[in-house]
Nanobody, 122 residues
Framework: QVQLVESGGGLVQAGGSLRLSCAAS????????MGWFRQAPGKEREFVTA????????YYADSVKGRFTISRDNAKNTVYLQMNSLKPEDTAVYYC???????????????WGQGTQVTVSS
């Protein structure tokens, strides 16, 4: 069992930056792939980025490639999402998730955090 708690969301102007954190409990964190997803009002939850258990492989949605960076610190049981050059269309609730393999599908992840709101003003 893995419990996930996101933090770091907030209100930022377009062009600004935010760093989200996702703290995990449980001794199996380092064996899980981790992903970040987001959900805007009236839209389905969508893939943002994912990282393998070792951190050696990362994947990004085209919409965030070059602006967002995912990383993890297995010693701290934490995964991060550095978001730069934020745009109003990045506004959403951001969720971290843990799964067995690195995947882009919501259904492939077993554990989810409660989400943190990111609002980008124009």
């Amino acid at each position: 069992q893995v419990q996930l708690v996101e933090s770091g969301g907030g209100l930022v102007q377009a062009g600004g930056s935010l760093r989200l954190s996702c703290a995990a409990s449980g001794s199996t964190f380092s064996s899980h792939a981790m992903g970040w997803f987001r959900q805007a009002p009236g839209k389905e939850r969508e893939f943002v980025t994912a990282i393998s258990w070792s951190g050696g492989s990362t994947y990004y949605a085209d919409s965030v490639k070059g602006r967002f960076t995912i990383s993890r610190d297995n010693a701290k049981n934490t995964v991060y999402l550095q978001m730069n050059s934020l745009k109003p269309e990045d506004t959403a609730v951001y969720y971290c998730a843990a799964g067995t393999l690195v995947r882009k599908s919501v259904a492939e992840y077993d554990y989810w955090g409660q989400g943190t709101q990111v609002t980008v003003s124009s």
